[in-house]
């Protein structure tokens, strides 16, 4: 292999803090590949496939409850409860979790709460083979579910800072947001087909069976413990109080924050319960047809994240990912909104999901190249607060504003929203264009 070429520095050093010498062969070939020198790291191959069980469940999870619902109910009313059942656990957890992230071994943690949520999974399986699921159970499990995954989102995101070093990060970032599209592909899509073929008891069980994959893989992930700073405050309210105090101390990161916030009010909250609704009710669609719109969706990502992991440097991050919900995100939205039939429904998704590439590929980024990794926890629990915790909200006026104004009209005023409140983040803070 005297012919191949060296890794990127990044991946040697990476090598060495793992205590793994450069070996010749498919490591070395992939360090050379712009798009998947992450890969010839030791660890990161385990946190991937981890981190894609985890989203799999993810993309299974919200819309097959949603689904349930609304096969028990009808209403996309309690659709929007159940939505809002799985994140409103977010308020109360993210910001702790985050701090129990920066304390503990983030991968043993991802791992022992990963077993618990399997065995949430399977007890909600049992409630419908036994049939006593209802309306209550089904807003008693998301809770469950939900408060698990408000534990893991910080720390599983955290990790990856810890595993890769800072040169290759964003390359990182792009493999692990390629990773949640395909969960995104197969996870709708799969919850869907298990409906289908052997009824929602499978859906939960199969659930069930990724968390536990998930654990799996993060118990073989050697992430590092975090070197607390000299004098750092270790009761749990200080400790949140200084991630708040470096987040909002920023101008830069607190726009981005705000836009962050923004688009789980007005557009992940609304499309997750809507457009679910929309293909139901508008369009005459059953479960599988439904769930591929979010596997396009999924596709769109994967593509974009491809585009951009293929760039070996992207300049002016923060105007890309600011322009993106001014301008892209509100046609996207009000498209859907607008769409009269099932095809053109999913063009609009498969647009939603290149600029939901651009969006968490660039956010991402942008929060974890500007934070220490002492603080990284921490940041990243209000990331995942800023989004996840107020999806939730989103979904619950989403419900509610269907029943009265109908799905598709609410999509299209959410669209306008988009485009008004991210331009007043971008006027307020103009310092976001200049972040990178």
């Not at 990963?114 to 007890?123: D, E, N, Q």
């Not at 298990?194 to 536990?212: E, T, V």
């Not at 996207?332 to 998704?349: E, S």
Request: overall charge positive; aromatic content about 10%.
């Amino acid at each position: 292999m005297a012919d191949s070429p060296p890794p990127p520095e990044g991946v040697a050093a990476a090598r060495g803090r793992a205590g793994v010498g450069a070996r010749p062969g498919i490591r070395a070939r992939l360090a050379a590949m712009p798009l998947l020198a992450t890969f010839a790291l030791r660890d990161f191959p385990f946190y991937w496939l981890g981190t894609l069980a985890y989203f799999t469940v993810f993309g299974a999870q919200r819309f097959v409850f949603i689904w349930l619902v609304l096969e028990i109910s009808g209403r996309a009313g309690l659709a929007g409860v159940v939505g809002f059942a799985l994140g409103i656990p977010a308020f109360f957890i993210t910001l702790p979790a985050g701090v129990w992230a920066d304390r503990m071994n983030r991968g043993r943690l991802v791992a022992l709460v990963s077993l618990v949520a399997a065995a949430g999974a399977i007890a909600t399986a049992g409630s419908v083979w036994v049939g006593v699921i209802n309306i209550p159970l089904a807003l008693l499990s998301a809770l469950a579910l939900g408060a698990a995954g408000a534990v893991l989102q910080p720390a599983l995101t955290a990790i990856i800072s810890a595993i890769v070093p800072r040169e290759l990060l964003m390359n990182g970032i792009v493999l692990r947001t390629m990773g949640q599209n395909l969960a995104q592909i197969v996870g709708a899509s799969v919850g869907g087909a298990a409906i289908a073929l052997w009824g929602f008891g499978a859906a939960f069980a199969l659930q069930a069976m990724l968390y536990a994959l998930t654990s799996l893989a993060m118990f073989a992930v050697r992430v590092p413990m975090v070197s607390a700073r000299a004098g750092a405050p270790r009761a749990m309210l200080p400790q949140v109080l200084e991630g708040l105090r470096f987040v909002f101390g920023n101008p830069a990161l607190r726009a981005l924050m705000a836009i962050m916030v923004i688009s789980g009010l007005f557009m992940l909250g609304p499309v997750f319960v809507l457009v679910p609704d929309i293909a139901r009710v508008k369009l005459g669609e059953g479960a599988f047809s439904a769930s591929m719109l979010f596997a396009v969706t999924g596709a769109g990502m994967f593509l974009m994240s491809a585009a951009i992991g293929s760039l070996r440097r992207l300049e002016r991050k923060g105007q890309i990912f600011t322009l993106n919900m001014i301008i892209f995100a509100p046609i996207v939205l009000i498209g859907m909104g607008l769409a009269p039939w099932y095809t053109l429904l999913a063009f609009f998704m498969f647009a939603w999901g290149l600029g939901g590439g651009a969006f968490i590929n660039l956010n991402q980024t942008l929060l974890q190249s500007n934070t220490p990794d002492h603080l990284m926890g921490r940041v990243m629990s209000i990331s995942s607060l800023a989004i996840a915790g107020v999806i939730p909200l989103g979904s619950l006026l989403a419900g509610a504003a269907a029943e009265v104004v109908g799905a598709d009209r609410y999509l299209v005023f959410c669209g306008l929203a988009i485009f008004v409140t991210a331009l007043a983040a971008y006027l307020a803070e103009p310092a976001l264009l200049h972040l990178d």
